[in-house]
């Protein structure tokens, strides 16, 4: 199984950055991709943004050209880079892994959250 474990949120001015990080530990054939989602107060959780196994990434229009995603295989983390925070990115961030266990299976972990709050 995979557990994931955020880190780096925090409080920050309207347009500074933050560094979020998703280590991965546990055993797992691969992970296929990792994920960021966030979930503010009183709305859904929705999609961020995407880094496969490949390296390619996605992401939602709203942080295009703001947040980047790149992992490190070495150390099983992924990171999301967010510059220029707007009043209505902060919320809970969460991390994703769709992985494939060591038996085959295709499965999916999530982390415990981090907040992100952005003062104006």
């Known amino acids: 199984q995979v557990q994931l474990v955020e880190s780096g949120g925090g409080l920050v001015q309207a347009g500074g950055s933050l560094r979020l990080s998703c280590a991965a530990n546990g055993r797992a054939f691969r992970i296929n991709a990792f994920g960021w989602y966030r979930q503010a107060p009183g709305k859904e959780r929705e999609w961020v943004a995407t880094v496969t196994s490949t390296g390619s990434t996605t992401s939602t229009d709203s942080v295009k050209g703001r947040f980047a995603l790149s992992r490190d295989d070495a150390k099983n983390t992924v990171y999301l880079q967010m510059n220029s925070l707007k009043p209505e990115d902060p919320a809970i961030y969460y991390c994703?892994?769709?992985?494939?266990?060591?038996?085959?299976?295709?499965?999916?972990?999530w982390g415990q959250g981090t907040p992100v709050t952005v003062s104006s």
């Open positions: 994703n892994a769709r992985y494939t266990s060591l038996v085959f299976r295709e499965l999916s972990a």
